[in-house]
Structures are given as structure tokens and as C-alpha cells.
């Protein structure tokens, strides 16, 4: 039984060890090498690794690159202000909430990494927020970001002759005013090609009563110059070119003089659809990559400077335990912020504020720990008992006071502003993770390196 016991502990032991390898090639940094001020000329960089996973159609790529926030990164911000005068009181946070989530999804389209978009109230206006970390050329997505895009398709007025204008100069009197087909009837776009056109076409994909609305509406102006209007402007003029099938649709797609770029613009305004409440762009910030620099460079020496302490008060007070404690807080430290890279989270200065905090939380149930085991020392137990008991005997104030914590991380989160989320994510999830390796990873080693008997 004991031989068991044994190989169970160096078992556990070596997942340990294989769990710190792994953490530590998460988050090994992009490292410059340069040997010429010292005499040698050699030169080199050792690039983040990255996750490249192709299998059985599970498709998984993470750079590992640390994610970082507008304030560190630097990059934009946008402010858009929304006109709620028309709706009642009851309905604004509601509109608010569908007008972020458009943006959001807006933005995701466009390809913008590291994106934030939230809302805010600023006096008696409603402004929705985004920030860009490390976008420069804001000009396409403030585009995409700003337009209310009410979607419309409109045919031609009877008496308009297709074949006596060009689709780019239709203008929009010359189409019907009304139309029972809007964007509200599209379920998503594609961009496809069709054979012998080098040019992108655009294939509709409408709901099942979108798609009758179409299909009456292709049937009747198949060759025919369709208008597809956003906020009351003319857009693009393509010409429908379905083909018809015992009088139904099939494979809606509209062609025109698209340039990959604009056919993909469009895509990803269909695909986002309309803004419930106009929106209207009022402030654009600038942040450079400096204040970036320099708020990373503070919270890197402030987080050194304190866990050195915290390393050192461990060691001075608990001897051996310390130094068994503390090898478990970097093993945590570097879990943790291997977590945040995998996700990944979007770190902000609020966000280093509360792993910081978070540290010293995983530190503090180690003390509890510790303190127990004092007390079951003085009662003359053995090593291995004195271990059992007093984490058995410290598990309860553990946790109560971290799922304490995990309710205030809650009410931060919902009630909370985006920074304020920020700390809030970091924290919970440094609580979390806290509580496994002070349960887990510091047991397992003190099992190794403590009991003797």
C-alpha cells in the first residue's frame, strides 16, 4: 500500500513538472538576441511559438502572441453617439445593447484584432465606444463602423430603360420608392465567382420568406439593373442573373463591376446588418504605442517588485514551506498568464491590476495552509498528518473567501464599466486558477519535498 502511495506521489509529481514545461513554451516572449557589444557579431530573434492544429477537421491556430489592450498597444478610439430621441425611455438600453452588438460584429468582419466595443452614457447622451488597438487606417472602418445600413432592394420605375443607362449612374429616383424586401429578409451573403467572369459576384442567402419575396421579385426583372440602397443612397446597381425554376429562385446572385474589395465591403455589410438606432461619429482618440510602452514597462517593474517581496516574506517566515509555496506561485503566474494567452483575454492596464491582486490571493491560502499546520505541529503529529489536517482544516476558510471574491468579480462584471470588466475577468480567472494550484500543485509538492515519514 505504501509503494502505491509512493508511486502516486511521483506520478502526480511528474505532471507537474510536464505542466510547467508546457506553461513555460506558452509563454516563452519574443527574445532579440544581439552579441555584438560584447565582440561577437551574431544576431538573432526567438519568435513567440504558435499553436497550428489540422485535424480531423479540427481546425485551431493561436500565435500565442500576448493580447494586448488599446492602453498598452496603442491604436484608436471611436465614439459614436446615438440619436434614441425617437424611441421611448423604456426601450433605450435595449437599442443600446443591439446597436454595441452590431458594431462588435461590424468590426469583427473587418478583421480588427484585440476590438472593444461598449456603451456608455455621458450626461444625458448614449455613446457607443470602440477601441482599435493597433489600427492605424481607420478610414474603411469607421466606414463600416458608422453606417446605419438600412437595407433596402429596390427595382426600376416602370418606363426606366435598362438598356439605355450604365448600372454605375442609376439614380435613385428612377428606382420605386417602396419595397416589401429589406434587410431583414437576408440571412447572410457570400462572395462566389461564376465560370468565365474573373470578377466576384455576390450570392444572396435569404430566409425561407425572403427568399419567395426575392424569388417574385427576380422573376420579374431577371437582366434587369436591381438597386441595393443603404441609408437612402445607392449602393451598387447588379443585375439579376438567377436561374429560374418552375417560377422559383435558386441561388440568388447578383453581379456587377465588383472589385474583390468591394464585393467583400458589402458582403460584410449585409452580413451585419442595420443599426437599430442611428448612429453618428463625434470623437476619434489617438493613443500612441509611447503611453503603451511606458504603462507596460511600470506594470512589469511594480508586479516584479511585489512578488519578489512576496517570495521573500514566504521564505523568511515559512522556511521550507515558503520555498515549496513559492515555486507553486510561479508555477501559478505562469499557468495563469498562459490561460489568459490561450483564450485569449485582451489585457489592459486594469486587467494586470487584478492578476497582480490575484497573486497575492494564491499566496494568501497558502498562509491559511501554513498557519494550520503550525497548529498541528504544536499538537506533536507527524509531518504527513500535520499536512492532511491542516489542509482539511484550512479548505473552508479558502473557500469562502474566494468565492466571496468570485461574487464581488461578478457584480464588477455586469454592473461594471469596460475597464472595469477587465479587472474583473483577470481576477476571477487568477482566483480560479489560484485555488488549484494551492489545493493541488502546493499539496503535491509538499508531499514530495515535506513529509518524511
Known amino acids: 500500500m505504501r509503494k502505491l502511495k509512493i508511486k502516486k506521489v511521483k506520478r502526480n509529481f511528474l505532471i507537474i513538472l510536464l505542466l510547467f514545461l508546457i506553461v513555460v513554451f506558452i509563454d516563452i516572449p519574443q527574445i532579440n538576441i544581439n552579441l555584438k557589444p560584447i565582440g561577437v557579431n551574431y544576431q538573432t530573434t526567438i519568435n513567440h511559438p ?51 452588438n452590431v458594431i462588435s460584429q461590424r468590426v469583427n468582419l473587418y478583421g480588427v484584432a484585440n476590438a472593444q466595443v461598449y456603451t456608455e452614457k455621458y450626461g444625458s447622451s448614449n455613446r457607443i ?3 482599435l488597438a493597433g489600427v492605424k487606417n481607420l478610414s474603411e472602418a469607421k466606414k463600416l463602423v458608422g453606417q446605419t445600413a438600412k437595407l ?23 428606382f420605386n420608392p417602396k419595397t416589401n424586401l429589406t434587410g431583414a429578409d437576408l440571412a447572410n451573403a457570400t462572395i462566389t465567382y461564376q465560370q468565365g467572369n474573373p470578377n466576384p459576384a455576390i450570392q444572396l442567402n435569404f430566409k425561407s420568406e425572403g427568399l419567395k419575396k426575392f424569388a417574385k421579385m427576380a422573376k420579374a426583372n431577371v437582366g434587369k439593373p436591381v438597386g441595393i440602397i443603404l441609408d437612402n443612397k445607392v449602393v451598387e446597381n447588379p443585375v439579376i442573373n438567377s436561374s429560374l425554376a418552375n417560377g422559383v429562385v435558386s441561388s440568388p446572385i447578383i453581379t456587377g463591376n465588383f472589385s474583390y474589395n468591394t464585393a467583400k465591403t458589402l458582403v460584410d455589410q449585409l452580413n451585419a446588418g442595420a443599426l437599430p438606432v442611428p448612429v453618428k461619429l463625434i470623437e476619434e482618440n489617438t493613443i500612441g504605442a509611447t503611453l503603451g510602452t511606458s504603462s507596460i514597462n511600470a506594470s512589469l517593474i511594480a508586479g516584479f517588485i511585489g512578488i519578489i517581496i512576496i517570495l521573500g516574506f514566504m521564505i523568511w517566515n515559512y522556511k521550507t514551506l515558503g520555498l515549496i509555496a513559492d515555486f507553486a506561485l510561479i508555477i501559478y503566474a505562469l499557468l495563469a498568464f498562459a490561460i489568459f ?44 498528518s500535520t499536512l492532511t ?17 468570485l461574487i464581488t468579480t461578478l457584480v464588477l462584471y455586469i454592473l461594471g464599466s469596460s475597464q472595469i470588466r477587465g479587472f474583473a475577468i483577470t481576477l476571477a480567472i487568477g482566483v480560479l486558477i489560484s485555488l488549484f494550484t494551492a489545493i493541488t500543485i502546493t499539496k503535491q509538492l509538499l508531499y514530495v519535498f515535506y513529509v518524511k515519514d
Open 50 to 100: 504558435n499553436i497550428n492544429i489540422n485535424f480531423l477537421g479540427i481546425k485551431y491556430y493561436n500565435s500565442l502572441n500576448p493580447s494586448l489592450g488599446l492602453d498598452l498597444k496603442g491604436g484608436s478610439q471611436l465614439v459614436l453617439l446615438a440619436n434614441v430621441s425617437k424611441l421611448p425611455k423604456a426601450d433605450i438600453p435595449q437599442a443600446m445593447s443591439a446597436a454595441r
Open 129 to 131: 465606444v470602440v477601441d
Open 152 to 174: 433596402e432592394f429596390l427595382t426600376l420605375k416602370s418606363g426606366v430603360v435598362p438598356s439605355s443607362i450604365t448600372t454605375a449612374t442609376i439614380p435613385l429616383s428612377d
Open 341 to 384: 494567452k490561450l483564450i485569449p483575454i485582451t489585457l489592459t492596464l486594469e486587467g494586470i491590476a487584478g492578476f497582480i491582486l490575484s497573486i497575492g490571493m494564491a499566496v494568501d491560502a497558502n498562509i491559511l495552509i501554513f498557519e494550520r499546520m503550525k497548529e498541528e505541529k504544536k499538537e506533536g503529529r507527524s509531518r504527513k
Open 389 to 405: 489536517l491542516g489542509f482539511k482544516r484550512a479548505w473552508n476558510s479558502i473557500r469562502d473567501s474566494n468565492v466571496s471574491t
